[in-house]
């Protein structure tokens, strides 16, 4: 089983950006299909980004496509946030999949998450 470990969270200002690292120690993530998902107050959890293995595919949700970017490097997948406004609240989870499908697909190793707020 994948032991994926997510940081960069913290409290964040509207307005302003955040860089979420999603590893697993002692792995390679670059065989993986790697998903972010965010967990709002109150909210169930939802997809936002996912990049293939291999990096060849991208996707992301349509509420967020303008101001998230994934991306690899290092062994590791980060998770670029800017224009941060209160509604990202919320617990950001990564995960792994085999494979190439990248979406609202089904994945099999997640990490406890980080919790990003936008307050100030």
């Known amino acids: 089983q994948l032991q994926l470990v997510e940081s960069g969270g913290g409290l964040v200002q509207p307005g302003g950006w955040v860089e979420l690292s999603c590893a697993a120690s002692?792995?390679?993530?670059?065989?993986?299909?790697i998903g972010w998902f965010r967990q709002a107050p109150g909210k169930e959890r939802e997809a936002v980004a996912c990049?293939?293995?291999?990096?060849?595919t991208k996707w992301y949700d349509d509420s967020v496509k303008d101001r998230f970017t994934i991306s690899r490097r290092n062994d590791a997948v980060f998770l670029h946030i800017h224009s941060l406004n209160p509604d990202d609240t919320g617990v950001y989870y990564c995960?792994?999949?085999?494979?190439?499908?990248?979406?609202?697909?089904?994945?099999?190793?997640w990490g406890r998450g980080t919790q990003v707020t936008v307050s100030s």
């Open positions: 995960a792994a999949r085999g494979g190439f499908l990248c979406g609202k697909v089904q994945f099999d190793d």
């Open positions: 002692g792995r390679n993530l670059d065989t993986y299909t």
């Open positions: 990049v293939s293995n291999r990096g060849v």
